[in-house]
Nanobody, 125 residues
């Protein structure tokens, strides 16, 4: 079993930055686990923000965040990160981290087995 806990959300003005963290515990957080960040705004479906390979060799981003957000992971610290810069009001959502024992990149929410509880990000205009 893997437990995921997100932190770092909050209220920020448009153009600002936030760094989300996702601390993993339980089974070994290793290069065997694909991980991703998703977000869900009120009345909308959960959507991919970014995904990363277990060994960080490859990443995948939603078009809406390319060039502004960066996903990274520190397997030694069992932590996943999402650096968010140049935030826009449309980035407002609950952000979730997800994990699955898989040696590739996963971009679809139903593919993931483990989810955190989410952290709220609100961007004011």
């Amino acid at each position: 079993q893997v437990q995921l806990v997100e932190s770092g959300g909050g209220l920020v003005q448009a153009g600002g930055s936030l760094r989300l963290s996702c601390a993993a515990s339980g089974r070994t957080f290793s290069t065997y686990y694909a991980m991703g960040w998703f977000r869900q705004a009120p009345g909308k479906e959960r959507e991919l923000v970014a995904a990363i390979l277990g060994n960080s060799a490859a990443t995948n981003y939603a078009d809406s965040v390319k060039g502004r957000f960066t996903i990274s992971r520190d397997n030694a610290k069992t932590t996943l990160y999402l650096q968010m810069n140049s935030l826009k009001p449309e980035d407002t959502a609950v952000y979730y981290c997800a994990a699955k024992r898989y040696t590739g990149i996963l971009t679809m929410a139903p593919s993931y087995d483990y989810w955190g509880q989410g952290t709220q990000v609100t961007v004011s205009s």
